[in-house]
């Protein structure tokens, strides 16, 4: 059993969890004591990829959501047709295939396993 003091609407109670096995009874009860303030632990998170540079001329891809880039389905610098899914996106558990605006070449900005935000460019299309 693990024991922990929680605090709900200003009202401290104590509580005991068994952390292993079959269900176990919980039982709250009031804490007439002071509890000092826990300070939260920093949680640790998947480092940002930096974006490549973006070519200057061409039709940028932009991100419609923020997700992550789960796969490239075109290589570096391969010719496209509009409408074609060039990536991946995942965004709350569901793919979504990103298609290119036009035809073209495409130049990723990004590349798979990255964590992108809403209107993040990328790929553009030349």
């Given at each position: 059993m693990r024991n922990f003091v929680i605090?709900?609407?200003g009202k401290s109670?104590?509580?005991a969890v068994e952390e292993v096995g079959g269900v176990a009874p919980v039982i709250a009860t009031?804490?007439?004591?002071?509890?000092?303030?826990?300070?939260p632990t920093p949680v640790a998170t998947a480092p940002k990829t930096t974006p490549?540079?973006?070519?200057?001329?061409?039709?940028?891809?932009?991100?419609?959501?923020?997700?992550l880039i789960k796969g490239l389905l075109v290589g570096e610098g391969e010719s496209v047709k509009?409408?074609?899914?060039i990536l991946v996106l995942e965004a709350m558990k569901m793919d979504n295939d990103i298609t290119a605006p036009c035809d073209g070449t495409v130049s990723f900005c990004v590349a798979k396993g990255a964590n992108v935000e809403s209107d993040s460019v990328l790929a553009v299309i030349s």
């Open positions: 605090t709900v609407n109670y104590d509580v009031p804490v007439v004591k002071s509890v000092a303030p826990v300070t490549k540079t973006t070519p200057a001329n061409g039709e940028k891809v932009l991100s419609p959501f923020p997700g509009k409408d074609q899914p």
